[in-house]
């Protein structure tokens, strides 16, 4: 038994040491093969296969110093070393053979030659001249019988590099390379996944395949959208397929409010913009991007901000603390901006409604610098934007005096409606000439531009009548053409002037209440002069209320012939409800239209009642709110009487 038991040990110990020296020397022998063939030139590499017994150990070991594959694989390296240096299509096609190409190779000179349309594009050639090529035929048959074994990051760069160059979508490499990412599309991971989604297979001229293809990626993103982790990813997504489904792009906007903290100025901006072109107006995505932004002590990029600037406008989202920071640091540098930049800018700034003093003096100072410089639209540009935020320059008289003779020059240069923008603009400004009025009073000028009902033409319609208002009442030195009686009739006013009436119902009650009922007021006032009142009510000389009906009006049409007189004393007035967005951004300036009405109002001999919006929130009963228009009554004819004197 002992016998047995020591022959076993024995017969162990040596199996023991047969395995150890087998793995070390074949080993070994890997390793000083691989090292030699590194170090040696591929032509001093030969083929020899030995074989030999081991005396001690009693096993036989294969040995190999070179192969045929060792060949092989360096002529594959060699080729596509001269792929990746190749420097035109002609350099790639003296490479291409069916035989010694792999799939690999061919996708690298595939990306070649896409890399290569865009210098063709800017020579004048199109992509006809590769793709007609018959060695590109090549590539594609070398490509198709080698999709199977190629790595997914390689079939899906290709199929990307042909449809840009503008293969043939209904090709047979093409058609391959969808089923081939269909078979694997459950083994892709998010990157390759967003990759995907980034191809151009959107649209009308994509064919049905590739709209199936797309539809499953899009369908694998919205299950697997939680795996996203890279900011970069998301906003990716959010450009390239967010417009393709709705349910997507919320989920990746719910990501994006996770991630906001992570995003760069670059990122924040390309959401933003990707929100405006969309027109979505995620208000808690929004909050959070503006306050990341503001908290940042860096200073914003310039296209980062004039993005920022333009998505804000497109979504009517003016967040302060943003809009603080970007003026502040604009301020400095507005010498060194082109003028397209500017001017969005300055367009983006008004319709935001944001005045900011330093930063528009400095615009004002940029345009008379540069006046030379800028082309007649431009300054209009430029005027639009001030005459909307009611923005007159520190050294206006300069200012005017030499940008009116510019663009009075200038005027036939532009568009119809700028033109009447223009002249709109310098109405509320206080700056019209008889020039320029005589361009926009012509028949022939205002009737193309005011015919119809659309909102469009309705919009000139009221700017024709602000500009004929102020030159009756300011331009007296003007002698040209003027609209007529049957023009400015009220009834070819069919839209209200940015006014909210709903928010104007409870003054017009409380003032009934104070001027003895309902039937002694007109409400809704259209007049004459493109503006319409909210209310309109008179009093007699001791403050008692009238039956406005009865009394002749110089802004009501039609024969008046039976109405009474209205009396020395006695007072008529236009309530105004003046809304949140009738204010220039945090501010209790009027913006230009609405202090343009509040002009010619007075100058038609209205007594204005002013009632504005962060003065009536603070009222809580109804005996609060009619003693506030008691109140308001008592200074406005006051204010009037003063004037007067």
């Not at 890279?230 to 390239?240: A, F, G, K, N, Y």
């Not at 991630?259 to 929100?275: C, D, F, G, I, Y």
């Not at 005045?355 to 528009?360: E, G, R, V």
């Not at 008889?434 to 012509?442: D, G, I, Y």
Request: charge should be neutral; glycine fraction near 4%; aromatic fraction near 8%.
């Amino acid at each position: 038994m002992a016998t047995r038991l020591l022959r076993i040990l024995h017969l162990r110990h040596q199996a023991l040491s047969l395995w150890k020296g087998t793995t070390v020397s074949v080993w070994t022998g890997y390793v000083n093969r691989t090292l030699l063939l590194r170090r040696l030139p591929s032509s001093t590499v030969s083929v020899v296969n030995s074989q030999h017994t081991d005396v001690e150990s009693g096993v036989t070991v294969v040995t190999t110093e070179g192969s045929e594959a060792t060949d092989l694989e360096t002529q594959r390296f060699t080729l596509e070393t001269r792929l990746r240096n190749a420097q035109s299509p002609e350099d790639v096609w003296k490479e291409v053979n069916e035989e010694g190409m792999t799939g690999d190779n061919a996708v690298l000179a595939i990306a070649k030659l896409h890399g290569f349309t865009q210098t063709m594009k800017e020579e004048g050639v199109t992509n006809d001249v590769i793709l007609q090529d018959p060695n590109f035929l090549v590539l594609c048959n070398v490509a198709n019988n080698s999709v199977a074994k190629l790595f997914t990051g390689s079939v899906l760069t290709m199929l990307r590099n042909l449809l840009l160059i503008g293969m043939n979508p209904e090709s047979k490499i093409i058609k391959s390379l969808e089923t081939e990412i269909r078979w694997r599309m459950r083994r892709l991971n998010m990157y390759h996944l967003c990759f995907l989604a980034q191809f151009p297979m959107h649209g009308d001229s994509t064919t049905e395949s590739q709209k199936e293809l797309m539809s499953e990626v899009l369908r694998n993103l919205d299950m697997r959208w939680t795996e996203l982790r890279e900011p970069r990813s998301v906003v990716q997504l959010m450009v390239s397929v967010g417009h393709l489904s709705t349910g997507l792009m919320e989920k990746l906007e719910d990501k994006v409010l996770e991630m906001a903290e992570q995003l760069s100025q670059e990122e924040t901006a390309r959401v933003l913009q990707v929100l405006a072109n969309r027109g979505r107006r995620t208000v808690p995505l929004l909050r959070a991007l503006a306050y990341h932004l503001s908290r940042r002590q860096f200073r914003l990029d310039i296209d980062v901000a004039t993005t920022v600037a333009y998505a804000f406008a497109n979504l009517n989202f003016p967040n302060t603390a943003v809009l603080q920071k970007m003026s502040a640091e604009l301020v400095e540098q507005v010498p060194q901006l082109k003028p397209p930049t500017l001017i969005s800018f300055a367009k983006s700034y008004s319709y935001l409604k944001w005045h900011h003093q330093p930063l528009m003096d400095t615009m004002a100072t940029y345009v008379i610098t540069n006046l030379k410089f800028l082309s007649e639209e431009q300054v209009a540009n430029f005027l639009l934007a001030f005459g909307r935020l009611n923005f007159t320059p520190s050294s206006a008289d300069e200012f005017f005096d030499q940008v009116l003779p510019y663009v009075t020059e200038g005027l036939s240069s532009l568009p119809k409606w700028m033109q009447l923008d223009l002249v709109w603009s310098l109405a509320i400004l206080g700056r019209l000439t008889p020039t320029l009025v005589a361009k926009v009073l012509t028949p022939s000028f205002y009737m193309a531009l005011t015919e119809g009902l659309s909102f469009k033409a309705q919009s000139a319609l009221l700017k024709i009548l602000h500009i004929h208002t102020t030159v009756q009442q300011e331009l007296t030195s003007y002698s040209g053409p003027l609209l007529t009686a049957e023009f400015c009739h009220p009834s070819k006013i069919h839209v209200s002037p940015g006014k909210n009436n709903k928010a104007a119902l409870p003054v017009v009650d409380t003032v009934a209440t104070v001027v003895g009922g309902l039937h002694k007021l007109r409400s809704e006032v259209v007049t004459p002069y493109g503006w319409t009142i909210d209310c309109e009510f008179v009093l007699d000389k001791d403050n008692r209320g009238l039956t406005v009906h009865e009394y002749q009006a110089d802004h009501i049409p039609g024969d008046q012939s039976e109405l009474i007189a209205l009396q020395d004393g006695s007072h008529r007035f236009a309530v105004l409800v003046w809304e949140y967005g009738n204010y220039c951004h945090q501010s209790k300036k009027l913006l230009g239209r609405f202090a343009m009405c509040r002009r010619h109002l007075q100058a038609a001999n209205f007594t204005l009642l002013e009632v504005p919006f962060y003065e009536w929130k603070e009222l809580k009963s109804e005996f609060q709110r009619v003693e506030y228009i008691k109140d308001k009554i008592r200074k406005a004819i006051a204010e009037e009487a003063v004037n007067v004197l």
